[in-house]
């Protein structure tokens, strides 16, 4: 365990804590997310950079230019926005940069064709907080994640970092601690919904002196990238949890299990863990109080089945990642044989927020039953896709279409896939649900980790389900035959009904087998593995009829089941879908109408995307 | 030998583990990385190494999915095309792009530049098409980006050699 080479003074460390969120210095923050990356980001920063110092900005006023973690908004990126006026530009390239100099920041006037426009009025808004998708968010977690270099410490000290851990280890006892955890009312992120505080007292009542914490950040659900993003805006939150976990449950070490495909997660999760073990956050006797604690990385290998809590225990011990039954629980008999726990990247974010603004704040927010903020990455069909941090209790209506601003195109919102591979798909007449683990379960859905799809009325639910049951059949470890053997025979069936040889009796079989497989695999991953096919044969049975009795999908996708043809009054012989058709099978000739062989096609749908005429149909 | 080249770097891995079998995953890496895959060979050494059997080597190397038990590109492309990239048009992108390539989904071009794998949820659903190609993320794609793409690592990969390949990212980044 390395010795700390510095020991912040706590004085220091609370003057410098400022009670206010948004900083005073003029600051330029760009959003720096994986996301805003690939659209250009750095190289708007850099050109900040440039600009300023040519027009002489750095010598005049202290103005910071920062690139932050992700801000949430990514379909409108890269993001810009200049604080403390908060006036946001979207889509921003380094050419608009030295009008954005000029303008903005010396002459304070707005550029209306940087701001965002709000679909439904068509206004240009020029705060970030009076944006829809920001409105009705409630940013607990997330809330630094625009304003923070998450590369540098201090920004998260000068934010109120790190004073939760202050405050633990000068004035709490880890019995208190846990109790503060308990009265928050805090229940586990990475989805089953379990408290907290009861997990952690469950810890920490075990004999034994050697015991490990671990955060699960083997993120790996089809459409949810939130603790990714956290990790990469904001890791001393994690890292500040994790360290008031280990004091209350009298852990030494600890282990952050990340996916290895999130490659600036780990990079800024590793400078992080240097910062606070050079800042005395980490390593021996911590800031003065005698209490020792180091954190290590572990880097997944590929393998979903490694989020499961025992799964990944094995991983980091070098075995296969395959769950095993409990009890014993990771409590009694964790990682090495150690009593340990294990909780989501969401879960140890909380608690600094916990810890720092009060049980009791913490447990105002949301419902009876679930407290505080849940992060959703919405995606799909939907027309504002990015990360969202919402109450408990918020409507699911309010989720898709004040925040998310509906399904684009003008179509119709058919479902919402809630809890990933182990969800379920809500259907429109629930839109009115509460978010929280109790109203979802009730409709066979979980909360899970935070992934919400949103499909539109051209998605056919069938061949959703089965790709959810191609996820979980590829994934699954094979340990345990329900799992291994009941997700390939219903995948078999689904992809039998996707190309058109359904029988009658299918559906019977996929729901008695379906019953069958959550009561008897080992794992969650099994357990919950049939939710989205039973929930879909809940909500959507006549699609799953029409397949079957009428050799029909209803929304025209599975390819088993339709066929193109060419519509002659529009077609104009401009032989564009005939030169792509990878199997030959469109005949004609220059501006003569084309025909499509229906033995031929493979149905891969290239002339339909190509046509510019709206002459190849579906039938 | 990578007991031999490496001795002090896998003594260092070693001491992160309370024991030594639990060093095998990063160990295997960086016989990933020596080899090119997991060869037969590198099994071999991890196992002697870490006082394992090869076979349990093979199984760890058969389960996690960023150990390679066939050769692969330069370049590997990994396209996600589960169910939110799916809704974005993942699947048709695939078709294209081993149409472009000439190749099919885990097969090597014949210049040994490019594999094409397709791949579980990346966590970039909202920027779907999308690929990771030696750890880098590239989004948002479509036919003209894809050609753009290729064009860059053709060029990248005869002009100094110095971009490296996704075994060496990987153990770099595994350290």
């Known amino acids: 365990m390395a010795e700390p080479t510095a020991t912040l003074d706590l004085s220091e460390l609370r003057r410098r804590a400022r009670p206010q969120d948004i900083p005073q210095v003029p600051t330029i923050t760009i959003c720096g997310g994986t996301g805003c990356r690939v659209y250009g980001s750095e190289m708007v920063a850099d050109r900040f950079r440039q600009e300023l110092d040519a027009a002489g900005c750095q010598a005049t006023v202290e103005l910071q230019v920062k690139s932050t973690g992700c801000h949430g908004f990514c379909e409108q990126g890269p993001l810009v926005v200049l604080r403390p006026s908060e006036i946001m530009y979207v889509h921003v390239k380094p050419k608009d940069v030295p009008e954005i100099v000029q303008r903005t920041i010396i002459a304070g006037e707005l550029i209306d064709r940087l701001l965002y426009v709000d679909p439904d009025s068509g206004d240009h808004i020029s705060r970030e907080p009076d944006v829809p998708f920001y409105k009705h968010q409630q940013r607990l977690i997330l809330n630094l994640n625009g304003l923070i270099d998450p590369l540098d410490i201090n920004e998260y000290i000068n934010m109120g970092g790190y004073r939760a851990i202050h405050h633990c280890l000068g004035e709490l006892t880890p019995p208190m601690v846990i109790d503060t955890v308990k009265r928050s009312g805090l229940r586990g992120r990475g989805g089953a919904g379990f408290p907290t505080g009861l997990k952690w007292e469950l810890c920490r009542n075990q004999p034994g002196d050697l015991k490990y914490v671990i955060c699960n950040a083997d993120e790996g659900d089809p459409g949810a990238y939130m603790d990714r993003s956290i990790i990469e805006g904001n890791p001393h939150r994690v890292l500040e949890g994790m360290i008031i976990g280990a004091y209350a449950m009298g852990a030494r070490r600890g282990y952050v299990y990340i996916r290895a495909e999130y490659p600036l997660a780990v990079k800024h999760l590793r400078a992080a863990v240097a910062q606070a073990r050079a800042a005395g956050f980490l390593g021996r006797n911590i800031l003065g109080s005698g209490f020792d604690f180091d954190i290590d990385i572990t880097l997944g290998s590929g393998a979903f089945v490694c989020g499961e809590e025992t799964a990944l225990m094995a991983s980091i011990e070098g075995r296969t990642g395959e769950p095993r039954p409990r009890p014993p629980f990771p409590a009694q008999r964790g990682l090495w044989g150690r009593p340990t726990n294990i909780n989501n990247v969401k879960s140890w974010a909380s608690v600094p927020i916990i810890i720092d603004r009060g049980p009791e704040f913490f447990a105002s927010i949301g419902t009876p039953s679930s407290k505080g903020t849940m992060i959703f990455s919405l995606v799909g069909n939907i027309n504002n896709t990015g990360l969202v941090e919402v109450p408990m209790g918020i409507t699911l209506r309010q989720l898709v279409e004040d925040i998310g601003g509906g399904v684009p195109g003008g179509k119709q919102f058919k479902a919402a896939q809630i809890g990933g591979p182990s969800g379920g798909c809500i259907p429109p007449e629930h839109l009115d649900v509460q978010i929280d683990y109790d109203s979802l379960r009730s409709l066979g859905a979980i909360m899970g980790s935070g992934g919400l799809v949103i499909a539109d009325e051209d998605t056919c639910m069938v061949d959703f389900a089965r790709f959810f049951m191609a996820f979980t059949q590829e994934e699954s470890c094979g340990k345990c035959v329900p799992c291994r053997i009941g997700t390939k025979a219903m995948l078999s069936t689904l992809e039998r009904i996707c190309d058109g040889k359904g029988q009658p009796g299918d559906l019977e079989y996929l729901t008695e087998l379906g019953n069958e497989i959550k009561s008897a695999s080992l794992c969650g991953l099994g357990q919950t593995a049939p939710n989205p096919v039973l929930s879909t044969l809940r909500y959507f049975r006549e699609e799953y009829q029409a397949h079957i009795h009428q050799g029909r999908c209803p929304a025209k996708v599975c390819k088993g089941l339709i066929s193109y043809s060419v519509l002659e009054e529009n077609c104009t012989g401009c032989m564009v879908c005939l030169r792509s058709c990878p199997t030959g099978a469109i005949q004609g000739a220059k501006r003569e109408v084309h025909h499509i062989d229906a033995e031929k096609c493979n149905r891969c749908g290239t002339c339909f995307s190509l046509c510019k005429f709206d002459a190849v149909q579906v039938v | ?175």
């Open chain 2, 1 to 175: 030998m990578i007991a031999e080249k490496y001795a002090e770097e896998i003594k260092g891995i070693i001491a992160r583990f309370p024991n030594k079998k639990s060093a095998v995953l990063p160990l295997m890496h960086l016989a990933q990385h020596e080899y090119g895959y997991m060869s037969q060979e590198a099994m071999r050494e991890v196992a002697e190494i870490l006082d394992l059997d090869p076979t349990q080597v093979l199984s760890l190397s058969g389960f996690y999915s960023l150990y390679y038990e066939e050769p692969v590109g330069k370049y590997v492309m990994e396209i996600c095309n589960d169910l939110a990239c799916a809704l974005r048009g993942a699947d048709q992108f695939v078709d294209m792009a081993c149409r472009k390539l000439d190749t099919t989904v885990d097969a090597t071009t014949e210049d040994g530049l490019f594999t094409i794998k397709t791949v579980m949820c990346l966590g970039a659903c909202d920027r779907a098409p999308m690929l990771q190609c030696n750890l880098k993320f590239e989004e948002n794609l479509d036919e003209g980006k894809f050609d753009q793409l290729l064009a860059r690592l053709r060029e990248e990969a005869v002009s100094e050699q110095k971009s490296p390949s996704i075994v060496e990212k990987i153990v770099a980044y595994a350290k």
